[in-house]
């Protein structure tokens, strides 16, 4: 595990930012990466998100 975001906005806006940085805030090496959405009463998603410096 990298890092969790969690979305805390009063705002139902959909984005959530990430600094690129890891849980022990760490720079993230490039490379290819996994990410999971937990989105509660509305779904979940995985996907690949690739890191280019």
């Known amino acids: 595990l990298v890092d969790t975001i969690e979305h805390v906005s009063e705002i139902n806006d959909g984005t959530a930012v990430w ?22 009463g509305i779904g979940e998603k995985t996907g690949r998100l690739v890191i280019i410096k």
């Open 19 to 40: 600094d690129i940085m890891s849980k022990d805030n760490m720079h993230i090496a490039p490379g290819n990466y996994i990410y999971h959405i937990h989105a509660p």
